[in-house]
């Protein structure tokens, strides 16, 4: 229903919004969803919002070719069918099909390695937009540049479509183990790393000198994304990072993807400090998905009761899992 | 003083950071607890219900018995508080919508998502009955459409209410825990300035 406040001083899309969506996230799962039937069963099972896509990844995978932001038709028949938000995805970088999902009415957008990159060089700069952001990452670099960048959510990429957790495992530990480490750094050392982990929004004008001709070096005054200089972003990062530091944590909400596909996964995956789960592949590629989608909102509800991830197991068969080093592309290499 | 924040899902850590926070602002002695099994239900105050999914919560209340535990200490005078989607499981009546099952604790009718989607999430003032001026966030917010009885009307929005309480419980379609002003829980906990 169309409400119009007739206040003054009404803010929409700040910050303390976009971030606070995230929040009311936590502790739940979001499901990977098809259409409007599968979305009704991981609303029903209690799932916490649903991603609405044309496939899942275990069956982008498969499809191989180019994977697009998913037909609006398929996510409104999706949005009218459950009360909880409906989240989707965009291509890396591809900021039209974010403002069209933004025009639609998502409530959150899903800046994914599932989908093929629309952009050699660069994320989406998230701030410009009213919809919150998620976005993947594999270490504490790209969490950094994507939480700068305006995310207000993070997750691990994983390895998406393939129902094996070591990836996604693999991921949060890196991010963990790395904000441990700024314990122990001086604010020289940070700053340091901020100028590292601000080297890959240099890539479009280095590839632009040298193409000109000339020696590939950015000075920290040349803008190299938007109409942010190199100094503008190490300084970003910088705050970012001494926040991180101070917090001992990401100030977003961290959710695990890619590869999760049994309760004792997503138990897994909260013991190691996630605050929520998303599960793609694994419920609608498993043979008995109602119960396996009920049984994963338990496990991750009572991740420090072994009771009850043993109960909720007992029975469920999970979806075939692929060994990584079998697979002939890994969807976390994209992205930076 | 022992305030509980239900941990089954949603903004819990933020809940229970506030709560604490605000206890030492108004320098009263207590602890605040996650509760995520009934049993820690047994000596609370206050239960406070934070913001999520209102059908996650309401249906791993039920299926955890804290459901039926929550009526139960409500009738041996413990307080409860709804924030956001909380707030929902305060009422008698949700409109239109039977995929949560409330505690039925205040004489109020909520209607969820009433402004719309994310997009339409918000910040502005509001004036609260007893505090005056008060910054509130609302996030996929639900509204308070009727409130009867003995119930309170505190602050209203539009040509709705936006908070309200009878007895000892309260209902808030806002989220206090993301901000950083205290005076709020003077009502919700019965303090003296």
């Known amino acids: 229903m169309p409400f119009h406040l007739d206040l003054e001083n009404v803010r929409y899309g700040s910050e303390l919004i976009k971030r606070g969506f995230a929040k009311m996230q936590k502790g739940g799962v979001i499901m990977d969803v098809t259409n409007a039937e599968q979305a009704q069963i991981a609303e029903d099972a209690g799932a916490v919002a649903v991603m609405a896509l044309e496939r899942v990844p275990a069956d982008i995978r498969a499809a191989g070719g180019v994977a697009r932001m998913a037909d609006p038709l398929k996510i409104q028949e999706i949005m009218d069918a459950v009360s909880i938000p409906v989240m989707a995805k965009v291509r890396i970088g591809h900021i039209e099909e974010a403002r069209a999902l933004e025009a639609l009415g998502v409530d959150m957008i899903d800046e994914s390695e599932v989908l093929t990159p629309a952009d050699p060089f660069f994320h989406i700069d998230k701030r410009e937009f009213t919809v919150p952001f998620v976005c993947g990452c594999r270490n504490l670099g790209e969490a950094v540049r994507r939480i700068w960048e305006g995310a207000a959510m993070i997750r691990t990429k994983g390895e998406a479509g393939t129902g094996n957790v070591i990836e996604a495992v693999r991921h949060i530990r890196l991010v963990n183990r790395a904000i441990e480490e700024l314990k122990y750094m001086d604010d020289e050392k940070i700053h340091e790393l901020a100028k590292n982990y601000a080297q890959s929004y240099a890539k479009l004008l280095l590839r632009v000198k040298e193409l000109n001709g000339f020696e590939p070096v950015v000075g920290g005054d040349e803008p190299v994304f938007g109409h942010y200089t190199l100094n503008e972003i190490i300084e970003g990062l910088y705050k970012e990072l001494q926040e991180i530091k101070r917090l001992q944590r990401l100030p977003v909400v961290n959710f695990a993807a890619g590869g999760v596909a049994t309760p004792a996964d997503a138990a897994l995956m909260m013991q190691l400090g996630a605050d929520g789960v998303f599960v793609g592949s694994g419920i609608f590629k498993s043979p008995n998905p109602e119960e396996m989608a009920k049984a994963i909102v338990e496990a991750v509800m009572h991740y420090d009761e072994p009771e009850t991830v043993a109960e909720v197991s007992k029975g469920l068969k999970g979806m075939y899992g692929q060994e990584i080093s079998q697979l002939s592309e890994r969807l976390q290499e994209r992205g930076w | ?193």
């Open chain 2, 1 to 193: 003083m022992k305030i509980g924040v239900l941990g089954i899902q949603g903004d819990v850590s933020e809940h229970v950071s506030a709560a604490s926070n605000a206890l030492q602002f108004y320098g009263v002695k207590g602890e605040v607890i996650t509760v995520r099994k009934k049993e820690v239900l047994k000596d609370l105050d206050y239960l406070i219900i934070p913001g999520g999914e209102s059908t996650t919560i309401s249906r791993l209340m039920i299926r955890s018995g804290i459901y039926d535990e929550i009526l139960r200490r409500v009738d041996e005078g413990m307080g409860v508080i709804g924030t956001c989607a909380g707030s929902i499981l305060m009422a008698k009546e949700v409109v239109d919508d039977d995929r949560v099952t409330p505690l039925k604790l205040m004489d109020i009718s909520v209607r969820r998502n009433f402004f719309g989607r994310q997009r339409e999430s918000f910040e502005t003032e509001l004036e609260i009955k007893y505090l005056g001026k008060y910054h509130a966030v609302f996030i996929r917010a639900p509204v308070i459409e009727k409130c009867w009885g003995d119930c309170e009307v505190l602050a209203t929005i539009g040509d709705n209410i936006a908070m309200a309480r009878q007895e000892k419980h309260f209902a808030l379609i806002f989220h206090p825990e993301l901000t950083e002003d205290y005076r709020i829980y003077r009502l919700f906990l019965n303090l003296r300035e």
